[in-house]
């Protein structure tokens, strides 16, 4: 069974920073692309950053130059952090992660449960 766990959400303040991770468990072959997306209160879920397993990043326009996503692939893990942070980046952030396990020729996307960041004025 393979899961996708996302942690480090909490209340910030604006103009602060934050930091979440998001590890992969199981019996796993290669994790390929991983990513945060986010839903806001009344808005559809969004990319905000993503990161392939050589490395290349990606970035939403609402959030570059302030969140950073970096891999640590011995791990099966990826962090944000996220500075600067306003008011309209609360949301629900999910991460998720291109999985192919033993056996299988093509990699399945899953989903984490989400974690909840919520930045105060």
């Known amino acids: 069974q393979v899961q996708v766990v996302e942690s480090g959400g909490e209340l910030a303040q604006a103009g602060g920073s934050l930091g979440l991770s998001c590890v992969v468990y199981g019996s796993i072959f290669r994790i390929g692309d991983m990513g945060w997306y986010r839903r806001a209160p009344g808005k559809e879920r969004e990319l905000v950053a993503s990161i392939t397993s050589d490395g290349w990043t990606n970035y939403a326009d609402s959030v570059k130059g302030r969140f950073t996503i970096s891999r640590d692939s011995a791990k099966n893990t990826i962090y944000l952090q996220m500075n600067n942070l306003k008011s309209e980046d609360t949301a629900i952030y999910y991460c998720?992660?291109?999985?192919?396990?033993?056996?299988?020729?093509?990699?399945?996307?899953?989903w984490g449960q989400g974690t909840q960041v919520t930045v105060s004025s």
């Open positions: 998720t992660a291109n999985i192919r396990r033993f056996g299988q020729t093509l990699g399945t996307d899953y």
